[in-house]
């Protein structure tokens, strides 16, 4: 198999970028996780059979942190990885998560809390 390479070869780049802060991996203890209702739907029917078929099949290996932007309080506000966040309540094992966390709130409003990039 071969594979290619990660290029911008043929692209046009931005004079210049404001990236903003860089986003950080932490451990985050599951009590505090929270989801915001405005921007996650409720883990229904067919999400509780994902859930639970990602949780009987858990390994770390097909694990992605969830993706969270802190809030008041010390918590975080699951943005992306809900199902994940999920499995491992539902499996009852572990107390904190790997998440991804940067100041991405403002983002998250100004799209209606869909990313569409």
Do not use: C
Not at 107 to 114: H, I
């Amino acid at each position: 198999m071969s594979h290619r390479p990660i290029t911008a070869e043929g692209w046009t780049r931005p004079a210049t970028i404001e990236a903003g802060p860089a986003p950080m991996l932490q451990w985050l203890a599951i009590a505090a996780l929270v989801v915001d209702p405005a921007y996650q739907r409720p883990i229904a029917r067919a999400g509780r059979r994902n859930v639970t078929k990602i949780a009987a099949g858990f390994t770390w290996s097909k694990f992605a942190p969830v993706v969270v932007a802190p809030i008041e309080g010390g918590r975080y506000a699951i943005i992306d990885g809900q199902r994940f966040g999920g499995s491992n309540l539902s499996e009852g094992s572990f107390d904190s998560l790997a998440a991804a966390h940067a100041a991405a709130m403002e983002r998250v409003r100004e799209s209606g809390g869909k990313f569409t990039d």
